[in-house]
């Protein structure tokens, strides 16, 4: 039986308009905390959907680019504005669509308000740079420029932050966007879309198509209206992503998987090292890129953090990311959820010894969601497939060394490099963590999970396609810079 008398449906955002898609088409977006309840319909789009949206930001390209900064900026604090004032609305949707704790979503939502206002400042700052010229009657400078149309693909995990981390600088330097969302967290973009609209941007500078990857997706890649692409997702359709747009020569940025690991040194502060495991590899139920998910231990401490670990995992609470007590939400679609089970019946077969967990939650009032018990694995080995696959789920894998030096090189040899931490007292530890760690983010005595808006975000190795997003940063992807000399 579903539960979709009010589930209403969402259309596509195109040139400043709400428009069904050309064939019709709309899918049910369902609550992974009760796969019964519909919690909105949205697009199934097409390529003419697509070409629709092009068009549209292509229209509105010219009128925009040739704003000041500043006044670009201006539309993104209206729009952080608008954004905060509906944050509990589109919290609770983002829980509803995906299933982390509301706490969680509430705190997603108020850092896309954030990153606004930090993208706002953002046109009001230096687009360029005089370099002295060996003419000496000559000016010689660097503007940036914005690329064109930018398409803007996004995974479910963060269903706010990361669009917003996108599209915000790329519009305030003076690009436009066609985003197409993860389909499962449609309903939280389309969401998205109607503070875009309500904060009065001109039509066709932010459109949203929604629908498969395989027709959305590779559509963006392939449009030849389209200058850039930028995408957050998997390493396998993060690297389709990069070869299609690399061979018609569009620019790319792909951020993708990880397998984080946090290194337990035997003079760590053990307390806060159990903490930072399972926050860093458990909340969002371990579906974020960032997540902790291998735990290196020296030996020394081994079975006392061990025992600790376990009794903090007994103690958290699964259960629905709307209910005040919940900790720990369900995975976010039946898809994960399989994926995850998989995962852990492969590191069952090839010889890790399970502590806890492991199993689909079906207690009475979650049979119906995508539960799935924090699990942790020990005597895991760097070969076994659940310490080399990123598994996007609720799984933590202890594995036992006798030195630091062991620990890095455990660390270190993985295909990823997103995100690393280490708890340590010691200063020659941690200056050895910092050199030879090979992650895009290294961490002491702090969880791997955690991204600040202001600073360089992104991974090393297989992670990312080695830009960096978020920060000043963002502008390297989103403009190209131009070097002019003038002489009078
Ligand atoms: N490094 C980061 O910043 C970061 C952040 C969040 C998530 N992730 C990664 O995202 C993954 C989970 O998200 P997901 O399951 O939504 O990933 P996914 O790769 O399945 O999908 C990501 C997006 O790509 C679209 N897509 C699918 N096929 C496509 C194609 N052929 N061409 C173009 N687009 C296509 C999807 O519809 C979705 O919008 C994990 O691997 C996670 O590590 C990485
Ligand atoms: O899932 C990728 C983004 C991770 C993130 O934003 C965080 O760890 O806070």
Redesign the pocket.
């Known amino acids: 039986m579903s539960v979709h008398t009010q589930a209403q449906t969402y259309q596509n955002y195109i040139g400043g308009e709400w428009r069904p898609s050309a064939s019709n088409q709309v899918e049910a977006s369902i609550n992974p905390a009760n796969r019964h309840e519909v919690v909105g319909y949205v697009q199934k789009s097409s390529a003419e959907d697509l070409n629709q949206a092009v068009e549209a930001a292509r229209s509105a390209q010219t009128a925009w680019r040739k704003l000041s900064g500043p006044a670009r900026g201006e539309y993104l604090y209206r729009l952080a504005d608008v954004l905060e004032r509906h944050l509990d609305d589109i919290a609770a949707t983002m829980t509803r669509e995906m299933g982390k704790t509301l706490p969680e979503a509430k705190g997603e939502t108020a850092r896309g308000v954030a990153i606004l206002r930090y993208y706002a400042g953002e046109g009001m700052r230096k687009i360029g740079d005089v370099i002295p010229s060996t003419d000496s009657e000559g000016l010689m400078f660097t503007s940036r420029v914005p690329l064109g149309v930018v398409g803007v693909?996004?995974?479910?995990?963060?269903p706010v932050a990361?669009p917003i981390w996108k599209i915000a600088p790329a519009i305030v330097y003076g690009n436009t966007v066609v985003f197409?969302?993860?389909?499962e967290t449609a309903v939280t973009a389309a969401k998205l879309m109607e503070c875009v609209d309500e904060a009065g941007l001109p039509p066709g500078v932010v459109n949203m198509v929604t629908g498969?990857?395989?027709v959305i997706?590779?559509g963006?890649?392939d449009h030849p209206g389209i200058a850039a692409v930028t995408?957050?997702?998997?390493?396998?359709?993060?690297k389709?992503?990069g070869l299609g747009a690399l061979a018609r020569g569009a620019k790319y940025q792909l951020?993708?998987?990880?397998k984080n690991p946090v290194i337990v040194a035997a003079d760590a502060d053990l307390d806060l090292a159990v903490e930072a495991t399972v926050s860093g590899g458990l909340r969002s139920t371990g579906q974020k890129?960032t997540a902790t998910s291998r735990v290196i231990v020296q030996s020394a401490v081994y079975d006392v953090f061990k025992q600790k670990l376990l009794e903090r995992v007994a103690a958290l609470k699964v259960g629905d990311g709307l209910a005040p007590d919940t900790w720990m939400g369900p995975c976010a679609s039946e898809r994960q959820m399989q994926t995850v089970l998989g995962y852990i019946q492969k590191g069952l077969e090839e010889g890790a010894v399970l502590l806890c967990g492991g199993k689909r939650v079906t207690a009475p009032g979650l049979e119906h969601g995508f539960y799935v018990e924090p699990t942790v694995f020990e005597n895991v080995t760097p070969d076994m497939t659940i310490a080399r696959e990123?598994i996007?789920g609720p799984v933590l894998a202890l594995i036992k060394v006798d030195t630091l030096q062991e620990a890095l090189q455990v660390a270190n040899d993985s295909r990823f490099g997103?995100s690393a931490s280490i708890f340590t007292r010691d200063i020659g530890n941690m200056l050895a963590f910092i050199r030879d760690m090979d992650a895009g983010m290294v961490r002491i005595n702090a969880e791997s999970a955690g991204v600040e808006l202001q600073a360089p975000?992104g991974?090393m190795k297989q992670?990312?396609s080695h830009s960096r997003e978020q920060g000043q940063a963002a502008i390297e992807f989103f403009t190209a810079i131009k070097t002019v000399f003038v002489k009078g």
Do not use: R, Y
């Open positions: 693909i996004t995974p479910w995990n963060f990361i197409k969302p993860a389909q498969a990857g395989s997706g590779q963006i890649v995408f957050t997702g998997s390493d396998q359709v993060g389709q992503v951020e993708m998987g990880g890129c990123e996007f997103l975000f991974g992670s990312s």
